[in-house]
């Protein structure tokens, strides 16, 4: 017998229930054109966003999520299409203001992105909810996991401190430290990173953030204005690459003006 | 009535003037897909229900494509493939007699075959389904795979292998279609 015809038999008695299907359908379709566009919204005024009032914001000296074994809980990719498309600059800034809006409060400013060499990176000014200092630049850069890195296991260095690595249930590999040692933006600046080096995917993602940034005129918040924790979640999200992103960040990313880098 | 169409039926001579004109046309064919892929008719359930969903979502799209179905199809795969989709159900059943006795099918050879599918990798599976359920072309199963074409055909061939340990009378040439 036919392989066609075995298949054809085993579900011949399936059968939908068309208009309930039908129905439910277009609710969950409505659904998804509404996050569209409430994610595109966001985007068009991301210059100044003011996210929600409650919740608090990840920083260190509150309490912190868990960053559990599983799958990051953004709550954002539920919503995602499973679409994707080209990269983006802009797209990649806006894919970092939801990832970083799925963690923490805040308000979102200068939004910057290049996507060349291979690589995408891209830059924005968070204000956790309620700080009074300066705004911190939080930015995630996008790599192609390059031999020079070299393979698992991977170990801490001598520049990290604090220095965490741990292997993920998908055989990537988290990596938090601090690099207080960068004086980029002056003595006092302090720096946490978390990267998932990733060789199934070939991917490198790193992401940091500052107490302050490069317009901050030498002022500091006390803390970087993302914990490790938050900078984990944002940086294990599945859905990043060097390549394709979301089709909804990259939509959002149209509205988004990129500041000059 | 409920309107069985094959899959280039729904095509751009054919093409549905509204989502509820397609789901009508097209909805039994990608629940049965769905079955077949996910092993389970609630899952398929789920399944169907988010691509027709992504469907609706993009509309404009879809109902200017040069073949809605494929599109719908296309959706159905990536969603199944991703493991992404949402785990939230639908309240309600879609199924006509879920649980009623097969009134055309052999209960036994679904079973059978459902469960010798779910033996496979997902993507393994897929790549089965739509090559013999919808009879597609390696080349389309590739684009809806991601997969190359070279790696369809293996991934075919090493399935096809698998079920035949289940099903020893599969016919020899469907693995080697060239096409």
Same mark, same amino acid.
Not at chain 1, 63 to 75: A, K, L, N, Q, R
Not at chain 1, 161 to 167: L, M, N
């Given at each position: 017998?036919?392989?066609?015809?075995?298949?054809?038999?085993?579900?011949?008695?399936?059968?939908?229930?068309?208009?309930?299907?039908?129905?439910? %359908?277009?609710?969950?379709?409505?659904?998804?054109?509404?996050?569209?566009?409430?994610?595109?919204?966001?985007?068009?005024?991301?210059?100044?966003?003011?996210?929600?009032?409650?919740?608090?914001?990840?920083?260190?000296?509150?309490?912190?999520?868990?960053? %559990? $074994?599983?799958?990051?809980?953004?709550?954002?990719?539920?919503?995602?299409?499973?679409? %994707?498309?080209?990269?983006?600059?802009?797209?990649?800034?806006?894919?970092?203001?939801?990832?970083?809006?799925?963690?923490?409060?805040?308000?979102?400013?200068?939004?910057?992105?290049?996507?060349?060499?291979?690589?995408?990176?891209?830059?924005?000014?968070?204000?956790?909810?309620?700080?009074?200092?300066?705004?911190?630049?939080?930015?995630?850069?996008?790599?192609?996991?390059?031999?020079?890195?070299?393979?698992?296991?991977?170990?801490?260095?001598?520049?990290?401190?604090?220095?965490?690595?741990?292997?993920?249930?998908?055989? $990537?590999?988290?990596?938090?430290?601090?690099? $207080?040692? $960068? %004086?980029?933006?002056?003595?006092?600046?302090?720096?946490?990173?978390?990267?998932?080096?990733?060789?199934? =995917?070939?991917? =490198?993602?790193?992401?940091?953030?500052?107490?302050?940034?490069?317009?901050?005129?030498?002022?500091?918040?006390?803390?970087?204005?993302?914990?490790?924790?938050?900078?984990?979640?944002?940086? =294990?999200?599945?859905?990043?690459?060097?390549?394709?992103?979301?089709?909804?960040?990259?939509?959002?990313?149209?509205?988004?003006?990129?500041?000059?880098? | 009535?409920? #309107?069985?169409?094959?899959?280039?039926?729904?095509?751009?001579?054919?093409?549905?003037?509204?989502?509820?004109?397609?789901?009508?046309? #097209?909805?039994?064919?990608?629940?049965?897909?769905?079955?077949?892929?996910?092993?389970?008719?609630?899952?398929?359930?789920?399944?169907?229900?988010?691509?027709?969903?992504?469907?609706?979502?993009?509309?404009?799209?879809? &109902?200017?494509?040069?073949?809605?179905?494929a599109?719908?199809?296309a959706?159905?795969?990536?969603?199944?493939?991703?493991?992404?989709?949402?785990?939230?159900?639908?309240?309600?059943?879609?199924?006509?007699?879920?649980?009623?006795?097969?009134? #055309?099918?052999?209960?036994?050879?679904?079973?059978?075959?459902?469960?010798?599918?779910? #033996?496979?990798?997902?993507?393994?599976?897929?790549?089965?389904?739509l090559r013999?359920?919808h009879?597609l072309p390696v080349a389309e199963v590739a684009t809806q795979t991601?997969? &190359?074409?070279?790696?369809?055909?293996?991934?075919?061939?090493?399935?096809?292998?698998?079920?035949?340990?289940?099903?020893?009378?599969?016919?020899?040439?469907?693995?080697?279609?060239?096409?």
């Open positions: 017998m036919m392989l066609r015809d075995q298949l054809e038999d085993a579900v011949a008695d399936v059968a939908a229930d068309l208009a309930t299907l039908t129905t439910a %359908s277009r609710r969950q379709g409505l659904g998804i054109r509404r996050r569209r566009r409430a994610l595109a919204a966001v985007g068009a005024v991301a210059a100044v966003t003011v996210l929600a009032v409650t919740g608090y914001a990840l920083r260190p000296g509150t309490p912190e999520i868990h960053v %559990s $074994d599983g799958p990051p809980s953004t709550g954002t990719e539920a919503d995602l299409s499973g679409e %994707s498309a080209p990269i983006t600059a802009a797209g990649t800034a806006a894919a970092l203001q939801d990832a970083v809006a799925s963690v923490a409060h805040g308000t979102f400013g200068r939004f910057q992105g290049d996507v060349s060499g291979g690589e995408a990176l891209a830059a924005l000014l968070f204000t956790p909810l309620g700080s009074n200092g300066p705004a911190g630049q939080v930015m995630v850069n996008l790599q192609p996991l390059l031999r020079s890195v070299g393979g698992p296991p991977y170990t801490c260095e001598s520049f990290m401190t604090d220095c965490s690595v741990r292997e993920l249930p998908d055989g $990537d590999t988290l990596r938090t430290y601090h690099d $207080d040692g $960068d %004086s980029e933006f002056g003595a006092a600046s302090k720096r946490l990173v978390a990267e998932v080096l990733s060789p199934d =995917r070939h991917l =490198r993602v790193v992401v940091f953030a500052l107490n302050t940034n490069p317009w901050a005129g030498g002022e500091y918040q006390t803390e970087p204005v993302l914990a490790l924790h938050g900078l984990s979640e944002i940086a =294990r999200q599945p859905w990043w690459s060097t390549t394709e992103l979301p089709e909804e960040y990259v939509e959002a990313g149209r509205d988004l003006d990129l500041y000059p880098g | 009535m409920k #309107t069985e169409l094959l899959d280039e039926a729904v095509t751009v001579a054919h093409r549905p003037a509204t989502f509820e004109e397609l789901v009508a046309a #097209t909805g039994d064919r990608m629940l049965r897909t769905a079955v077949l892929l996910t092993g389970d008719r609630h899952a398929a359930e789920d399944l169907v229900q988010s691509a027709y969903a992504q469907a609706f979502a993009r509309w404009r799209l879809v &109902s200017r494509a040069e073949n809605p179905t599109y719908v199809r959706i159905l795969t990536r969603v199944f493939l991703s493991d992404r989709r949402r785990k939230r159900v639908a309240e309600l059943p879609l199924l006509d007699g879920v649980d009623a006795p097969a009134a #055309t099918g052999d209960a036994t050879l679904r079973l059978s075959l459902l469960d010798a599918l779910a #033996t496979l990798p997902p993507t393994d599976r897929a790549v089965l389904v013999y359920f009879d991601g997969l &190359s074409e070279s790696a369809c055909r293996t991934r075919a061939s090493r399935a096809l292998a698998r079920l035949r340990t289940h099903f020893p009378d599969l016919a020899d040439h469907e693995g080697e279609d060239p096409r």
